[in-house]
């Protein structure tokens, strides 16, 4: 599987954006699917995944209600909305990917096998 992420840029704060990540692959739609982000300085931490398995998406606690994970299965891509943001925000955006994830471990960067490229979300205050 291979991810291409885009749609990042420079937005004032309580702006919006939507990220993209497409993939190859024709059994994509059965992966687990996330996005991480990693600030100047942090460690990369986790924004939302979904586990196709219940079709339930986790959002960290800092983004809930303001950010979105959304699938097109056929596009073969996956979406993060991104609304009403804040500087705190300002990272570069990875989409992941794996077979099978446990849910204990959905949160955990080094669980994935499949990483994009990243794409910088910057937030202005």
């Known amino acids: 599987v291979q991810l291409q992420a885009c749609g990042g840029g420079l937005v004032q704060a309580g702006g919006s954006l939507r990220l993209s990540c497409a993939a190859s692959?024709?059994?994509?739609?059965?992966?687990?699917v996330a996005w991480f982000r990693q600030a100047p300085g942090k460690e990369r931490e986790f924004v939302a995944g979904?586990?196709?398995?219940?079709?339930?998406?986790y959002y960290a606690d800092s983004v809930k209600g303001r950010f979105t994970l959304s699938r097109d299965n056929a596009k073969n891509t996956v979406y993060l909305q991104l609304n009403n943001l804040k500087p705190e925000d300002t990272a570069v955006y990875y989409c992941?990917?794996?077979?099978?994830?446990?849910?204990?471990?959905?949160?955990?960067?080094?669980?994935?096998?499949?990483w994009g490229q990243g794409t910088l979300v910057t937030v202005s205050s």
């Open positions: 692959g024709r059994t994509f739609s059965t992966y687990v």
């Open positions: 979904n586990r196709r398995s219940r079709d339930i998406t």
């Open positions: 992941v990917a794996k077979r099978t994830v446990i849910l204990s471990q959905l949160r955990q960067p080094d669980e994935y096998d499949y």
